[in-house]
C-alpha cells in the first residue's frame, strides 16, 4: 500500500479504539476547545457522518439486521467512508477547517480485517481507494481492555455484542496499526480521567497545528 495522501489544507483528526473508551467524549472536547481558540472546526463520525451513512449505521448496527457476511459488512462500512470523505471531510478541509471524526478507516481494518475472518490487506485496499487513500494528520487511539469497555453498556449492537475473542483481536489491530506509523498516532490509556486524556490530545493537536 502507499504511504497515504495528507490534505495540504485543513487538519484532520481521528478518534478511534474499540468499545466504551470515551472516543465521543474527546471528540466533542477537542471540538469545544478548539471552537474556543477561534478555529472553524467540523465533528462528524462513522458510520453515520451522511443521509447515506445514517442508513448504513442502521444496517450494520441494528441487532435487528442479524447476521451479515463479513464481505458485506466490510463494503457496506467502506461505502460509508466513501460518502463521507466526498461529501463531508474533503469539502471541510478544503475550507482550511479543522476536521474531527469519531471513527475512520482504521476502524475497518481492527474490526473487519483483524476481527473477522477477512484478510487486512484486502480490507485496507477496499477502505484506502474509497476514501482515495486520504489519511488522518493525526490519529489518537484510546486503548482500553475489552472487559472493561464493553462493560460500559447495558445493551449492545451488532458489533459491540460479537465475542471477546473478537473485540481482543480489534484492540490489538488498533495497537499494531499504531505501532506502524508512531509520527501519525497518540495511543492513550482510556483509564485515565477525563481531563488527563483531554489534556494530551491537546497538547498533540496543537503540535499538529504549529506543524502546518
Known sequence: MSEGVYADSGLFVCFEGGEGGGKSTQSRLLHDWLVEQG?????????????????LRRIVLSPETGELSHRTEALLYAADKAEHVDRVILPALARDEVVITDRYVDSALAYQGAGRDLVVSE?????????????PHVTVVLDLAPQAGL?????????????????????????????????????????GTIEEIAAAVRARVQQALEER
Open 39 to 55: 478555529r472553524t472546526v467540523l465533528l462528524t463520525r462513522e458510520p453515520g457522518g451522511t443521509e447515506v451513512g445514517q442508513e
Open 151 to 191: 462493560g460500559r453498556f447495558t445493551e449492545r449492537d451488532r458489533i459491540e455484542a460479537a465475542g471477546m475473542e473478537f473485540h481482543q483481536r480489534v484492540r490489538q489491530g488498533f495497537l499494531d496499526l499504531a505501532a506502524a506509523d508512531p509520527d501519525h498516532y497518540l495511543v492513550l490509556d482510556a483509564r
Open 123 to 135: 480490507v485496507e485496499q477496499v477502505n484506502r481507494w474509497a476514501t482515495g487513500d486520504l489519511r
